[in-house]
C-alpha cells in the first residue's frame, strides 16, 4: 500500500524537525515596540508573540522602521550586524512570546509617531510603540536603529 497524505511526500517520512516548521507570518505575529531613555538614546525591545494556532519559526533579526505623524516612513535606517546565531531562528508555540534588543541613537528628522513598521524577513507589520517615541536630538551621533537576534521569553 501507498502511503497518502503529507507523508506520501517523503517517501513515508515526516520531518518533525524545528526547521521543518512554517516560517511565522504577520497573521501568526502580533508586534510590540517598548522604549525607555538611555542617555540622549532609547534603548528597548521588539516583542513578537504568537497569535495564532500553531507553531511557527522566528527568523532573522527585526529592522524597525519609525513612522511619521502621518503614517508615512521616517528615513531612519536598522543597521543589521552579521553575527552569526545557529540556527538563526526561535520556534514559538501558540501564545509563546520573543524579544530583540533595539536601540536607536539620535533622531534630529520628522516627529516620530508612537508607530513603527516591523519587518522580520518572513512578514511585515506595524506595531504600537510603548515608552517615548524618538531619541532626542544629537547633532552628530548616528540616526540609524539597531537590532539583535530574537529570543525566547516569559
Same mark, same amino acid.
Given at each position: 500500500?501507498?502511503?497518502?497524505?503529507? /507523508? /506520501?511526500?517523503?517517501?513515508? $517520512?515526516?520531518?518533525?524537525?524545528?526547521?521543518? @516548521? !512554517?516560517?511565522?507570518?504577520?497573521?501568526?505575529?502580533?508586534?510590540?515596540?517598548?522604549?525607555?531613555?538611555?542617555?540622549?538614546?532609547?534603548?528597548?525591545?521588539?516583542?513578537?508573540?504568537?497569535?495564532? /494556532?500553531? =507553531? $511557527?519559526?522566528? =527568523?532573522?533579526? !527585526?529592522?524597525?522602521? !519609525?513612522?511619521?505623524?502621518?503614517?508615512? =516612513?521616517?528615513?531612519?535606517?536598522?543597521?543589521?550586524?552579521?553575527?552569526? @546565531?545557529?540556527?538563526?531562528?526561535?520556534?514559538?508555540? !501558540?501564545?509563546?512570546? =520573543?524579544?530583540?534588543?533595539?536601540?536607536?541613537?539620535?533622531?534630529?528628522?520628522?516627529?516620530?509617531?508612537?508607530?513603527?513598521?516591523?519587518?522580520?524577513?518572513?512578514?511585515?507589520?506595524?506595531?504600537?510603540?510603548?515608552?517615548?517615541?524618538?531619541?532626542? $536630538?544629537?547633532?552628530?551621533?548616528?540616526?540609524?536603529?539597531?537590532?539583535?537576534?530574537?529570543?525566547?521569553?516569559?
Amino acid at each position: 500500500m501507498m502511503p497518502t497524505g503529507p /507523508a /506520501a511526500n517523503t517517501g513515508g $517520512c515526516r520531518d518533525d524537525s524545528p526547521s521543518a @516548521l !512554517p516560517l511565522c507570518g504577520p497573521e501568526d505575529l502580533a508586534m510590540t515596540v517598548h522604549w525607555e531613555r538611555g542617555g540622549a538614546g532609547l534603548r528597548g525591545q521588539v516583542i513578537a508573540r504568537n497569535i495564532g /494556532a500553531r =507553531a $511557527c519559526r522566528l =527568523a532573522g533579526k !527585526p529592522a524597525i522602521t !519609525p513612522l511619521a505623524l502621518d503614517g508615512t =516612513a521616517l528615513p531612519a535606517q536598522t543597521l543589521i550586524t552579521l553575527e552569526m @546565531l545557529h540556527p538563526g531562528y526561535v520556534v514559538l508555540q !501558540p501564545g509563546q512570546r =520573543a524579544a530583540a534588543s533595539l536601540g536607536w541613537g539620535s533622531w534630529c528628522g520628522q516627529q516620530a509617531a508612537d508607530r513603527v513598521r516591523v519587518n522580520w524577513g518572513s512578514g511585515v507589520a506595524v506595531a504600537d510603540v510603548h515608552g517615548p517615541v524618538q531619541p532626542q $536630538c544629537s547633532p552628530g551621533r548616528p540616526s540609524n536603529l539597531s537590532s539583535s537576534w530574537f529570543h525566547v521569553i516569559q
